[in-house]
């Protein structure tokens, strides 16, 4: 039996855009494959132009929220808005009145999903956000009703185009990060103010809805280490190169017998890891479940069309399950006391550091690091040696450890510092 479904967007602009388009363009097909009468009952946006290129009928824009709220045809609510002001209020409101929402807007579902939870609980109605997290990447679903059957163990993600795009330049072209920034801005990857990517806060947002769905658990993001990329240089992209490692921005996540760890930041992985080879604008997220081993799923994570293949996946979904499903973990603002964080986490790291030209350097700085209980796999002077301001011979030299923690490192890296033979110029995580 066909079932007959009405929607209204909220937002058109590229992803809500694009999930009109594909809702029209594709209706017949859900019709026929899906039995679900799929029609677009309203829209609102205030940019009426842009509605008009869109080819949107006249007759099905709404002058408010109220208009959208008050029309019984409207079953299932699409924000596609963004950000945690007017959206906010909009998804709220139509939860109350016992509409089903699908978002995909990550820093609203990152911060809100228990207020938001519990409202949908208390009126009946579904709230989901497949293309909150990886654009086109089927990983909510994957992880609600694909890998269900396994104790999740880490998941590692390149979950943010604009930084991949960037890295991939830098490593690829050598070229400067602040060039590519640029040019990334004129292509229309980067925004016009770039931190939420950059710095990492798009990657933390993914990073907390996707751990808290892999781990049954609520991870909050402010127990997500966070740094960005704006600092790395080209220079150890490519000595990390010569010695067998790309870097890529990673959304780490590892659920252990200790606790659990999460954490985004330039990352050194092997080139023979998959993620290694995911490049451009392009997303990928490799989980370990204790069943299933690895599993990776790759794609767009952004863009009109993949994000709206997302939000559409999830109106059929609604429109086609009756019992609602909500999540796995008790859905609060903050962690289940019995969760653990490891703030001082291990990993291997590359440090690059300026020396003295000098007999007996590289046995000093190797007894620092010896007496912060580091142990080093490799130890490789790079590049030429170099006059510095005081008429000192300097020479990059790059270090490899083996899995040491963070505190460690710090004390390490201060050690070196106060010394006059070297100064720490980068400290970069890297995982195998
Ligand atoms: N700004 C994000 C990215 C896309 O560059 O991947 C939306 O999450």
Known sequence: MVKKVGVAILGLGVVGGGTYQ?????????????????????????????????????????????????????????????GIGVAKDFVTAALREGKTVVTSNKELICKYSHELERIAKRNHCGLFYEASCVGGVPIIRTLLDGVQANHIQSMMGIVNGTTNYILTKMTYEGADYAEVLKEAQKLGYAEANPTADVEGFDSMYKLSILSSMAFHTKIPYTKIFREGIASVSTKDIAYGRELGYTLKLLA????????????????????????????????????????????????????????????VSDVIYAATHSEIKYSTFKNNATADKSTNFISDFSSAYYIRLSVADETGVLAKISSIFAKCNMSIVEIAQRGKSEVGENGQHR??????????????????????????????????????
């Open 22 to 82: 594909t809702l029209v363009e594709h209706h017949d097909f859900y019709l026929k494959t899906q039995q679900v009468d799929i029609t677009v009952e309203m829209v609102l946006d205030r940019a009426l132009d842009r509605l008009a290129q869109l080819g949107v009928p006249q007759e099905i824009i709404a002058k408010n929220i109220e208009e959208v709220l008050a029309n019984p045809n409207v079953d299932i609510v699409i924000e596609t808005i963004g």
């Open 252 to 311: 780490i996540g590892k659920n252990t017998e200790k606790g659990v760890e999460v954490r985004v930041h330039p990352t050194f992985i092997p080139n023979s890891h998959p993620l290694a080879s995911v490049n451009d604008s392009f997303n990928a997220v490799y989980l370990r479940g204790d069943a299933v081993g690895d599993v990776m799923l790759y794609g767009r994570g952004a863009g009109a069309l993949p994000t709206a293949s997302a939000v």
């Open 395 to 432: 020479v990059p030299l790059v270090v490899i450890t083996h899995k040491t923690t963070e505190n460690r490192v710090k004390n390490a890296v201060a050690k070196i510092n106060a010394t006059d033979i070297g100064t720490v110029n980068a400290v970069i995580r890297v995982e195998e």
